[in-house]
């Protein structure tokens, strides 16, 4: 009979991590079914099931419906990670929309291999039990709902978010929370409360070109900070910022940074914030990749940490479960009411009907079902891609190896030219990203980014092994 304590999930799971480690289970293989496993090893299936949940929460095991679980394809690592971003030593004025815009354009054409944009396919998220939950809502409560909601959002949302966020270990109330149309207008919101024309503001390098452009409308400054491909940025540089220039606001994403991947551990979160509570500088935080980690925890956000009392939290669906609701939202703690100012005078409130939607769909449990199968899908995505740009590109290539999210970031000799490439590519049907709308110095010009958001398939991987010979072929 099993002995019953709250370890033996964790027992089986490491005695089965031990055999994929000395190479009794090899990438691929189909472990036994979840009443096998549990009669060989004498434990309850309630147990075995735990343990393999385990697993393939921490990317160890893959599971395939109807199918089993099996042992999840490994990502090999045989080309270098890209250089620490080594940015100007001065903030810049940001001017990219233009080069924005005509990306923006081309990621959109569905004619084009789908490298450029991430945002995850309809196909691969396959929420449709969302939109049967919106249809039917509409239905019984369309009269209801087509009207103006409360400026922070419906109330049944605010409460699910709070509830998950209490998982991160951040305890708040649904009077927190403010529902914003997208995280694009979470961080708008943000940056306008706290502050103005001509400000610096301190972020990655390299970063997500849509806040760049949010800096460009706003017409506020970026000094970019060096970051590392893993660690994210440099503290000791921001440090010395903080000591001689005024910085209005830090701007960085809480994990798998858009486009590098990189996650900042969390000591090093902490000893952030308390460099920036020493200045009495704000911390904004973006984590719409969050939910999207491959490890078997989730990553605190700043705002769960000692010391995050002066950051705005920022995030949204739109990465992981509903782009086209977009629906985001903000904590802005010590700068809610002025953030709640701007929202009134920005878009009054968000639309009422997806939120009900949303909030139904997430309290019947389903959202964190779609997660773990998302998470196994982009991982799985990543690693296959990893494996064509290692086939096809040239052999000094850097890629990076991100633990959560779904883009890769491509580093080539310096000499290479990637919007060449995006010339080249978009009159052979690829669309991808040039890193040079990553900077608003407009640097990494040699690097690009490359998005594994879409179902993998024989149209995707071509495209990937056509834009490593085109690579090739520029370089020679």
């Known amino acids: 009979m099993e002995t019953h304590t709250p370890y033996r999930y964790k027992q ?11 190479g009794t289970l090899a990438p691929g293989t189909r472990l036994p079914s979840v009443r096998a496993i549990s009669e060989q090893q004498r434990v309850s299936i309630s147990t075995a099931l735990q343990a393999y949940r385990l697993l393939e929460d921490s990317g160890v095991l893959v599971s395939r419906p109807q199918s089993g679980f099996y042992v999840a394809t490994t990502r090999r690592g045989t080309l270098a990670l890209p250089s620490t971003s080594r940015p100007p030593v001065k903030a810049s004025t940001v001017s990219i929309s233009g ?12 004619a084009l291999v789908p490298l450029g944009c991430a945002v995850p396919d ?23 709902y087509n009207a103006y909601c409360a400026p922070q959002g419906e109330l049944r949302l605010r409460q699910e978010i709070a509830k998950r966020a209490m998982r ?46 949010t800096l460009e409308v706003l017409g506020m400054k970026a000094f970019e900070l060096p970051t590392d491909p893993t660690r994210g940025i440099d503290i000791s540089v921001l440090s010395r910022l903080l000591d001689t220039k005024p910085v209005a606001a830090c701007v960085l994403s809480s994990n798998f940074n858009n486009p590098l991947g990189s996650a900042m551990a969390e000591i090093d979160k902490k000893l952030l914030l308390k460099l920036l509570k020493r200045h009495d500088v704000p911390l904004i935080e973006d984590d719409v990749y969050g939910d999207i980690y491959f490890s078997s925890d989730r990553p605190k956000p700043f705002i769960a940490l000692d010391g995050g009392e002066n950051t705005i939290y920022c995030s949204s669906f739109s990465k992981s479960l509903a782009p086209g609701y977009r629906i985001g939202w903000i904590m802005a703690g010590l700068h809610a009411q002025k953030v709640l100012e701007h929202k009134l005078a920005f878009s009054l409130c968000s639309p009422s009907l997806p939120q009900v939607a949303l909030a139904e769909f997430l309290a019947s449990g389903a959202y964190d079902t779609h997660l773990r199968r998302i998470r196994r899908i982009l991982d799985e995505n990543l690693a296959r891609m990893t494996h064509a740009i290692e086939a096809s590109f040239p052999g000094d290539t850097k890629v990076s190896r991100p633990s959560g999210g779904f883009v890769l970031w491509l580093e080539l000799p310096k000499r290479f030219d990637s919007r060449a490439l995006f010339d080249e590519a978009l009159k052979q049907g690829i669309c991808f990203a040039p890193g040079d709308v990553f900077s608003a110095s407009r640097r990494f ?26 690579a090739n072929t520029l370089l020679a």
């Open 122 to 144: 309809a196909t691969l998220l396959q929420s449709k039990r969302l939109d049967h939950v919106l249809a039917r809502t509409a239905r019984q409560y369309g009269m209801r």
């Open 99 to 110: 080069a924005v815009a005509t990306l923006l354009e081309h990621a959109s054409n569905s």
């Open 12 to 22: 089986l799971s490491d005695l089965i991590v031990g055999m994929i480690a000395n």
């Open 445 to 470: 010009r040699n690097c690009l980014r490359l998005s594994a958001a879409y179902e993998w398939n024989g149209r995707i991987e071509d495209g990937i092994r056509r834009l490593g010979r085109l």
């Open 168 to 213: 991160a270990g951040h305890a708040l109330s649904p009077e927190d929370v403010l529902i914003t149309s997208g995280c694009t207008e979470a961080l708008t919101l943000a940056l306008s409360a706290i502050a103005k024309r001509g400000d610096t503001i301190a972020v990655e390098s390299p970063t997500y070109f849509g806040l760049l452009h």
